[in-house]
């Protein structure tokens, strides 16, 4: 079965950094997608970053353009978010996602995302 499980989630300030990382199995990658999602309170699910397992392609939503970089480590079935310069709109639950869907369909449309991970809490405030 599919499991995502995150981690790296924290409070950092304003200015800061963190890494995520999603390990995932049980989905064949050369078709699948693997993405990040966020959630604030009182906000709709929206897509951060998504990227296609099989050659590494990337899709950014704007807000996180030049911010956030998005990795895989095929070999440990890991997929990481980088995020440089964080902000205090960036705070939200970061949930990793699976889909086989193209990686702009997955980022903008999460609705028709099957495969979740818990979540794990990013807070940006000083």
């Known amino acids: 079965q599919v499991q995502l499980v995150e981690s790296g989630g924290g409070l950092v300030q304003p200015g800061g950094s963190l890494r995520l990382s999603c390990a995932h199995s049980?989905?064949?990658?050369?078709?699948?997608?693997i993405g990040w999602f966020r959630q604030a309170p009182g906000k709709e699910r929206e897509g951060v970053s998504c990227?296609?397992?099989?050659?590494?392609?990337?899709y950014y939503t704007d807000s996180v353009k030049g911010r956030f970089t998005i990795s895989r480590d095929s070999a440990k079935n890991t997929v990481y978010l980088q995020m440089n310069s964080l902000k205090p709109e960036d705070t939200a639950v970061y949930y990793c996602?699976?889909?086989?869907?193209?990686?702009?369909?997955?980022?903008?449309?999460?609705?028709?995302?099957?495969?979740w991970g818990q979540g794990t809490q990013v807070t940006v405030s000083s």
């Open positions: 996602a699976a889909a086989p869907l193209t990686i702009q369909v997955m980022c903008d449309i999460p609705r028709l995302v099957k495969y």
């Open positions: 049980g989905f064949a990658l050369n078709i699948y997608a």
């Open positions: 990227i296609r397992s099989s050659d590494g392609s990337t």
